[in-house]
């Protein structure tokens, strides 16, 4: 499909079509750095909103902010920022996450002061009435914050019209992932991969359209059956910046089904009460959606809803990628083990540095474990 | 179970004699440190038997409303750094990366984790919680900590949840801050079993607050050319401001040594002898090597006089009203040094640098401490910048002694002294 082609284009080059962007429409671009930022406000104030993804490579400017035990996605995105390459952007938002963000934030603000800079402090909890009511508060001043730093107005139609937008988004993507679970041939997993990164990249009204088309395409496409012995494979973790994984997996005979990160079902997962007030819709999705390991619902939540997600797309297995040096997904991983060991569902730890493994070796790891399934 | 105290209670004697007694002075009257801690933790290890309840709280929680309720609060932390100065810490840490747990992880909680599960450590592990009370002012650590904590003891967990201070406390922090100290009260109410007692957390409050300015006062002697006491004094005598805050002892504890201080500094009496450079620490105690930085220095003859760990127990003072305490510890707990802007903690060890008079600027680089340790190169830039004092850092680990290069640490500080001497000549 040429609207790939498209898509992996942006993927690959993104700050490229960036500036293009600007030049024709005028409009600023809001970078952020995790998917508990509301785009929906930033979508109704007329800018786009950016997802930062970093670097791997080249890290000089950044290392002399952060000692060598930071991971290396924040490491990699502040090197970005310092480096100039992001001076395309009006500004920067920053949710409130993990120990490493919150000091990220700090950095940029006392190092790339060109940009506006906002931190959006969200609540660490979410299953209480206060901590809701707090962030539907904090919500309404990261609103006035945006107005203030863009200089524009952002109306209650102007929302309304953004959440439609993201709606019919999320339900595309989610009717994705679900023909994809079914028919996994139908696309790879690595374009689906690019798919998801350009949903946090692209003019999103333009987006919707070719989505709506490729999910057109995709519910035609004639039912094929997943080849024999293939394993379907749930993967959780942070957020994924190693596309080659997929074919990697694919090539040891298995396949992603679903996942559980940032940059996967949790940034889509979720429709917003189109009824509601829109600021208390959109909190209300963080509460409801499953959560990051920085933030706390329950005790077990994170591993109720994996194993919900195994059955659900009766998956043969379940990867989890670690990212080093992040501390909320290594502290979960003992505790879901275990969860997953009593429900007798297979899995296996990819411990993630800055570079793969070595392509042969890694596909060697999945086979092993593709192979005890 | 009286053979279990006195054995407990002899381990917790060589630990806190056997490694502190050396650099720290020894009191003749019966409150010294090593007492009220036995008496604190045989108490807490036979709650069961006097039915009183345990919580294990962060070390930055508000504790005074326990305290009112007579819960005998826990401080895991505390127990990590005893883990960490009797050498226990990287035999604990292994056990929990065979459970899983990352070796990048915090070594208090990987010490800990570990720690329950096989009553190990210095005092044969901590007594059970009937509660955890987990407050994310200090970091996002304690937050799953406390998560695997409350999973393997299967009791209630509450989380005070106080928004980080980019760059300031904002209202609709104030609020939900302020909601969720009556959320805490109703969950002490419902683990006790019985009403909050709001007349005894205004005394609890006071002596608090007033433990706190103790506390100050005697880490402000150190402003005293030469120092009565150093950083390592002051990790050693933290424990009660941090585990016994809001009692009666803590206030006859720091009288007391603030008159021994005093009467040091009358004396000409200093932490190390013939003090000629006085040094400013950063970040938490390397607890496995307290010993062999306080001789390294002193071979320098360089003092840490200060520190700004030990100080962030009595940070807050200002947002603190004491008459209502209740009220005010909102804004008190949630603007704690660990959990403002990078900035505002350079601004804190600029006005320690002044206050103190110090010649250089030692920071622990902490791979344990995510959120005290990100930052730093910038904090030590500023101090650069503003006070052009040297600056070293080392990297290390609190607890994890596999972190720790002895010699490259002692060429650089040599390296470092050198250039003091220098700047001093
Ligand atoms: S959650 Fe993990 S991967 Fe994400 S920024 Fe924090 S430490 Fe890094
Ligand atoms: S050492 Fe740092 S990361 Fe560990 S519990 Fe203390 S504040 Fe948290």
Not at chain 2, 193 to 202: A, I, N, T
Request: net charge neutral.
């Amino acid at each position: 499909m040429e609207k790939f082609t498209e898509f992996k284009n942006i993927v690959t080059d993104p700050y490229t079509y960036c500036h293009k962007y600007k030049e024709e429409t005028g409009k600023k671009i809001v970078g952020y750095t995790c998917s508990y930022t509301p785009e929906e406000i930033i979508y109704a104030a007329g800018a786009l909103p950016f997802r930062l993804f970093g670097t791997n490579e080249g890290i000089q400017r950044a290392d002399i902010h952060l000692q060598t035990y930071c991971c290396s996605l924040i490491r990699g995105v502040l090197e970005e920022g310092l480096s100039g390459r992001l001076d395309f952007l009006g500004g920067v938002v920053f949710p409130h996450t993990c120990d490493t963000i919150q000091r990220l934030s700090d950095i940029w603000r006392l190092n790339i002061p060109k940009q506006f800079h906002i931190d959006l402090v969200l609540p660490v909890k979410l299953n209480t009435a206060s901590a809701r009511q707090y962030l539907i508060d904090i919500l309404e001043r990261f609103k006035k914050d945006l107005e203030h730093a863009l200089g524009a107005k952002i109306t209650d139609a102007a929302l309304a019209d953004a959440i439609k937008i993201y709606n019919q988004i999320r339900t595309l993507m989610m009717r994705i992932y679900t023909l994809r679970a079914q028919k996994p041939e139908m696309i790879s997993g690595r374009d689906l991969h690019s798919i998801i990164k350009v949903a946090m990249i692209m003019d999103r009204q333009l987006f919707l359209k070719t989505l709506t088309q490729i999910v057109a395409q995709l519910e035609n496409a004639p039912a094929g059956k997943i080849k024999a012995g293939t394993k379907k494979l749930v993967l959780t973790g942070g957020i994924c910046s190693h596309p080659d994984i997929y074919d990697i997996i694919e090539n040891a005979g298995g396949v992603v089904v679903w996942d559980d990160l940032c940059t996967g079902s949790r940034y889509f997962e979720g429709i917003l009460d189109e009824k509601a007030p829109p600021l208390e819709a959109i909190a209300q999705r963080y509460l409801d959606r499953d959560i990051c390991p920085a933030k706390h619902a329950g005790l077990t939540d994170r591993g109720d809803s994996l194993i919900q997600m195994v059955r659900k797309q009766t998956a043969d297995g379940v990867i989890f990628m670690l990212l080093k040096f992040c501390d909320p997904h290594a502290f979960d991983y003992p505790y879901i083990k275990e969860m997953l060991d009593r429900e007798n569902i297979p899995c296996m730890l990819l411990d993630m540095e800055e570079q793969l493994p070595a392509g042969g070796q890694l596909q060697t790891r999945f086979e092993t474990f593709i192979q005890i399934l | 179970m009286k053979k279990q105290i006195s054995e407990i209670l002899k381990v917790i004697g060589i630990f806190l004699f056997g490694k502190f007694k050396k650099f720290t002075m020894r009191f003749k009257k019966s409150n010294t440190m090593k007492d009220i801690m036995m008496v604190y933790y045989s108490e807490a290890k036979s709650a069961r038997l006097t039915g009183k309840k345990v919580a294990w709280i962060t070390s930055g929680g508000p504790v005074e409303p326990l305290i009112a309720m007579d819960v005998i609060p826990v401080y895991p932390e505390n127990h990590g750094a005893m883990i960490g100065a009797s050498k226990m810490g990287t035999g604990l840490c292994e056990t929990a990366e065979n459970m899983g747990y990352s070796s990048d992880l915090c070594s208090y909680a990987r010490a800990d984790i570990a720690c329950s599960t096989i009553n190990g450590g210095p005092i044969g592990g901590l007594p059970k919680p009937d509660m955890l009370v987990c407050c994310n002012n200090i970091c996002g650590t304690v937050l799953k900590w406390y998560e695997v904590q409350a999973r393997y003891f299967n009791v209630p967990l509450f989380v005070l949840d106080t928004p980080f201070c980019h760059t300031g406390y904002s209202e609709e922090t104030a609020r939900y801050v302020r909601a969720q100290i009556n959320e805490y009260i109703s969950f002490i109410e419902r683990a006790c079993g019985r009403k909050f007692d709001y007349e005894r957390v205004k005394k609890v409050g006071q002596l608090s607050f007033q433990g706190q300015q103790l506390w100050q006062k005697v880490l402000d002697t150190a402003a005293h050319k030469p120092a009565p006491l150093s950083a390592f004094d002051a990790f050693y005598h933290l424990a009660l401001i941090v585990t016994l805050r809001g009692t009666p002892e803590v206030i006859d504890y720091y009288t007391a040594l603030i008159a021994k201080m005093k009467d040091r500094i009358a004396r000409g009496i200093s932490a190390v002898p013939n003090e000629k450079y006085r040094l400013l620490w950063d970040n938490l105690p390397i607890w496995h090597r307290t010993r062999w930085l306080y001789d390294k220095f002193a071979s320098h003859n360089a003092c840490l006089v200060a520190d700004t760990y030990t100080s962030a127990w009595c940070g807050t003072m200002k947002y603190i009203d004491e008459n209502n305490f209740i009220d005010s510890m909102a804004e008190a707990y949630t603007r704690i040094y660990l959990n403002i802007g990078v900035d505002e903690m350079a601004k804190m060890v600029i006005a320690m640098i002044d206050k103190y008079d110090v010649d250089g600027f030692v920071l622990h680089s902490n791979r344990s401490c995510k959120p005290y340790s990100f930052g730093q190169l910038d904090i030590q830039r500023i101090v650069e910048k503003e006070r052009g004092i040297p600056c070293l850092m080392i990297e290390a680990d609190m607890v994890d002694e596999r972190s720790f290069s002895e010699s490259q640490i002692s060429t650089r500080i040599d390296a470092f002294m050198e250039i003091i001497k220098e700047r001093k000549k």
